[in-house]
């Protein structure tokens, strides 16, 4: 166990707690889960498609994301992850992974053995209800994605997915005031959205024009909410955060 | 990989590429350009007889390198 891993894990604590609430035994014994912390760089791997991992990664700084790759270098991402995810937990009980984890940005992650969390979960079954309902919130966002993948145009997926990454953000403190750093490329976007990356470009222009958001330097400012929300079709029932912001 | 800027002109206004994107080569940006132009066709779904996308491909120095228009025209072929 490295020196800091009980203040890393206290990103899974505020995480878990923003969508479930945890008692003060649930609470230290997450801090006390074992866990080494590691970097790993933008665009490498953190677990591979088929591969049998014995651990989940909690993310503590950056962004990682899930995706699958087709023929030709064809990559759809799936879902992205930001501090305080356990994007591999379902690798607790599926033990071949069917897609790859990789770092988006340079990230740190914590490793954290399955055992003890299997462990835990017998041992406290109300964590093991909070770590369920984030694994089907997990699954809530899919939904999400796989409708904006095939029925929403351009602009309302994009501003669907910059609006869900506020919330998401907000919710775990790395986000105020309709503001916050959004470190992916433009690549990043279009292999997420099922656009192309000149497409993208033109959205995003479009987006500025319409005076919705400005993208500058890798920080994202929505100057009108309630408009993004509107292009975008958002209800944000489906991220079942505790405490919704509301504008 | 170099940038390049696709000035996209929908029929009617020009958006400039303040932005840039970066391809392989002068060929991943010509085929750049002519991919996105259903894409922007379908977003927008025109009314009227005819409408021209036209999609312009300019390199790191400004000059323009390359031009693809998709031109959709509709005919009523019943009087309403």
């Known amino acids: 166990m490295t020196a800091d891993a009980s203040f890393d894990l206290g990103m899974l604590v505020r995480k878990l707690e923003s969508i479930a609430p945890l008692s003060d035994e649930e609470r230290g014994a997450i801090l006390r889960l074992p866990a080494t912390t590691k970097v790993v760089h933008p665009q490498q791997d953190i677990v591979r498609d088929k591969e049998q991992p014995t651990q989940s990664c909690l993310v503590l700084e950056g962004w990682a994301y899930r995706y699958k790759m087709l023929h030709e270098g064809k990559r759809q991402i799936l879902s992205l992850h930001i501090p305080g995810d356990i994007p591999d937990l379902h690798s607790l009980h599926l033990p071949v992974m069917d897609h790859s984890l990789g770092a988006l940005t340079h990230c740190r992650v914590a490793l954290i053995p399955h055992e003890p969390i299997r462990e835990l979960t017998l041992r406290l079954p109300s964590l093991s209800a909070a770590l369920w309902r984030d694994t089907l919130v997990g699954a809530a966002g899919f939904r999400e994605w796989m409708t904006g993948l095939g029925r929403r145009d351009a602009i309302g997926r994009l501003s669907h997915f910059l609006c869900e990454l506020y919330l998401r953000l907000e919710a775990v403190g790395l986000a105020e005031g309709y503001r916050y750093r959004l470190p992916i490329t433009q690549a990043d976007m279009s292999d997420a959205m099922g656009l192309s990356n000149v497409h993208v470009n033109r959205v995003l222009q479009e987006m500025r024009g319409r005076e919705l958001i400005t993208l500058s330097g890798g920080h994202l400012t929505i100057h009108d909410w309630p408009a993004l929300t509107r292009a975008a079709e958002f209800d944000p029932t489906y991220l079942h955060i505790r405490k919704v912001v509301d504008d | ?80």
């Open chain 2, 1 to 80: 990989m170099p940038r390049y800027f696709f000035d996209i002109d929908d029929g009617a206004r020009t958006i400039r590429d303040q932005v840039g994107t970066d391809c392989a080569d002068d060929k991943a940006a010509y085929d750049a350009a002519i991919g996105v132009l259903p894409n922007i066709a379908r977003d927008i779904l025109p009314d009227g007889q005819r409408r021209d996308f036209i999609a312009t491909v300019k390199d790191q120095s400004g000059e323009a390198v390359f031009r693809a228009t998709l031109s959709l025209r509709t005919e009523r072929l019943r009087s309403a």
